[in-house]
Each structure stands twice: as structure tokens, then as C-alpha cells.
């Protein structure tokens, strides 16, 4: 088939049972995208094997380019000596690039998506390597894209400032929420209760365990909250492990709460819609945060949210949450102990989860992001 355009997409963390913020904002975008841009053909370049649930039309051409990017320097060898060789060569009308990452060098038009700088703001969340390359290689990025995406309003403020980009050049396309995520039955949280936590109601946090979503305070809070409220409560901890791993395992021994909290590890979507259904209340106080999926999936299951009061996060949040500060355990201990002794109020917060949901469409997201690459593809 002759197609009037092509557009090539990094498509390297569409990873199978392994989706997580960036990863999921890839697959939910671009399975729209491609669908609402038949005519337009996609050249999606993956760096190891792909599941071909990826695949999503007949207007998709996958190419796997080695090496790996397990480690961030072979980010940069990816991009630059493995992809865009090709992309000299097939010449597309476009880059787009989910994760943010960009070709230095290249005169192919490129859209990066740069969800948050918590790495300009924040370096110490991340190995020393990683934060080189990010704080080096992005500041690049953001002057040479033709256009960015970001997925809040806070993050758009936060290029602007940071890297001096013109606010005309940024268009926020919010993250949506997973059909997969609903309210579920009394009967599926009395047995996921009994799966996870013997019974026991329980707090619970999503999301990797990586010092920037600050686990180590949420941990102190919660102790904080066994001390003020005589509870038989438990904390779930649903994510994949990162590293700070150690002092986790040292601050639950010291604070001599290991009985209570559980390790769930990555679970799939099904699977994690029952673990939040079931909770007392989702627990989320990261320090810096682009978005911050959890909050909304949390709505959506109609439970009770508890957050942090920065960053993007009381933008996502609006009103519906109980919004507390992530650097003061005492104050989110009090937040859980007062969201349980008040029931009248939590319900409203749940009542207005499901009105700040509405804001949050993965189709309407969608629609924002085929109107600028196809303004861009045909201005090529």
C-alpha cells in the first residue's frame, strides 16, 4: 500500500507485562495514534525482541535495532549509531519519541515526549550515570525537538523555566486511564484481602520502589499511624523493586513494622485493579512527579486517595484527594487516621474522584497528539 507519510517511533518501552508509567503512556497513545492515521505509515524501532500485541495495525512496520538499552549508555549508541543510520537512510517525515529521548545530528523533524525533570531537580534519585546523561543529553533534546509533548501542565511550566523553551513549542497530552480499572465487588475484596494481607484491611501504595517516590517516608508514616490509632492495618506495596533496597528492608526492621507490609512486586492489570479496589485507601506521596497514574487509578477504582502536595500532583488530583506534605510523616500519619475516622468526608473525596476522572481521557489525549504530528507531517 502507498502511504502519504512516515512516521518512525521509538518504540522501545512497548515491553510485554512490563508497561509502567512511560511504558504504559506509549501503548495507550499509540495503538490511537496509528489507528486514527491509517493512511500514515509507522516504522516502529524496538531494541530487543517484540511481543506482537504491539503490532497494532496493518500500517506498522517493526524493526529491532541492537544493542539492548539496559544501561544509559547504550541509550545514546542506540540512537545514534543504530537508528539514526536508518533513518538517514528511509528519510521519514518524522521522529516521535515517547520516552524523550532524541537523535543528536539528524535533520529528520523529531517530537519527544519529556514527561518530567525530576532529574534536574532531583539527582540524587538516580544513579550517577543516569542523571549525567539525562542532564546533559536533555537540555539538547528540548532545543532541537520541532515540538513537545508533556503529560501536565506543572511539567509545561518546568521545561519553560528550566530550559528556556518558548511555551508554544510544548503541548500537554495527559495521561488516561486504564479500562482495566473500576470499582470491584465486596465479595472480590473480601477474598483479595484474604490473598494479600490474611484478612486485614490495608493502605496501599502503587507504583516501582525507587527512592524518588519516597517509600522510606511513606514507611515512617505509616508507623506513624500504627502508634496514633491502635490498627490492625497493613500496607501494601504494589510495584516492581528498583534500588535503595536496602535501607527499605533496614527502616521496616528498625521501625519494627516488617509484619505489616507487603511485597506484592509487578502485578498485572487485572490483578492490581483488585489490590487498589480493595484497599482502605491508596497511599502516594513521592516527591516529584510528572503525572501520577496511581492517583487516577485510584478514582477510578473508588477509593480514597491520600497524596503529595507538589509537583504535578495537585494538578491531577484537584480536589479530591487528601493532599498532605511527603516530607512530614507526621502529617500523612495524621491524614490516614483522619480519612478512617471520617467517613462522610471520604466518601465525598471518593464522589469527587469520579468527577476529576472525566479530565483524563486516553482517546481525547490521543485526538491532541494526531492533531500536532499531523500538522508537522505535512508541513514536511
Excluded at 535495532?65 to 545514546?76: D, G, Q
Excluded at 519519541?97 to 534519585?125: A, K, M, R, T, Y
Amino acid at each position: 500500500m502507498e502511504y502519504a507519510h512516515t512516521i518512525a517511533v521509538n518504540a522501545r518501552l512497548l515491553l510485554k507485562g512490563k508497561l509502567e508509567g512511560m511504558g504504559r503512556f506509549s501503548d495507550e497513545i499509540l495503538k490511537r495514534i496509528t489507528a486514527s492515521m491509517p493512511d500514515c505509515h509507522f516504522i516502529f524501532f524496538f531494541d530487543r525482541p517484540y511481543d506482537d500485541s504491539f503490532i497494532y495495525g496493518p500500517n506498522i512496520t517493526p524493526i529491532v535495532c541492537s544493542p539492548p538499552t539496559r544501561h544509559v549508555f547504550l541509550y545514546y549508541w542506540w540512537l545514534q549509531h543504530s537508528i539514526r543510520p536508518i533513518l538517514n537512510k528511509l528519510k521519514p517525515d518524522l521522529f516521535f519519541s515517547p520516552d524523550g529521548l532524541c537523535i543528536l545530528g539528524s535533520d529528520i523533524p523529531q517530537i519527544p515526549v519529556i514527561h518530567d525533570l525530576n532529574f534536574e531537580h532531583h539527582p540524587e534519585f538516580h544513579r550517577f550515570w543516569a542523571r549525567k546523561y539525562y542532564r546533559y543529553f536533555f537540555p539538547k533534546f528540548a532545543k532541537i525537538a520541532q515540538h513537545i509533548f508533556t503529560v501536565s501542565e506543572f511539567s509545561k511550566n518546568d521545561i519553560i523555566q528550566t530550559y528556556h523553551v518558548d511555551g508554544n513549542k510544548i503541548s500537554v497530552v495527559y495521561n488516561g486511564i486504564s479500562q482495566n480499572f473500576y470499582p470491584i465487588t465486596e465479595d472480590e475484596k473480601i477474598s483479595t484481602r484474604k490473598k494479600y494481607t490474611g484478612g486485614r484491611p490495608y493502605f496501599v501504595y502503587v507504583g516501582s520502589l525507587h527512592p524518588r517516590k519516597n517509600i522510606i517516608g511513606l514507611l515512617r508514616s505509616f508507623s506513624e499511624f500504627k502508634k496514633m490509632k491502635n490498627s490492625n492495618l497493613a500496607l501494601v506495596l504494589a510495584g516492581p523493586m528498583y534500588w535503595g533496597l536496602k535501607e527499605i528492608y533496614h527502616t521496616l526492621k528498625s521501625l519494627s513494622i516488617e509484619n505489616d507490609v507487603i511485597f506484592t512486586h509487578r502485578l498485572p492489570d487485572i490483578e492490581l485493579n483488585k489490590v487498589v479496589g480493595s484497599a482502605a485507601a491508596m497511599v502516594y506521596i513521592p516527591f516529584f512527579e510528572g503525572f501520577g497514574i496511581p492517583v487516577i487509578e485510584a478514582f477510578a477504582s473508588e477509593v480514597p486517595v491520600i497524596c503529595s502536595n507538589v509537583t504535578s500532583l495537585p494538578e491531577v488530583a484537584g480536589q479530591a484527594a487528601f493532599l498532605v506534605n511527603p516530607h512530614k510523616p507526621d502529617e500523612v500519619a495524621m491524614a490516614m487516621k483522619y480519612l478512617l475516622e471520617n467517613e462522610h468526608e471520604t466518601q465525598e473525596k471518593i464522589h469527587l474522584g469520579r468527577e476529576q476522572l472525566k479530565k483524563f481521557s486516553w482517546d481525547e489525549s490521543a485526538k491532541v497528539a494526531v492533531r500536532i504530528l499531523s500538522n508537522y507531517i505535512k508541513k514536511n
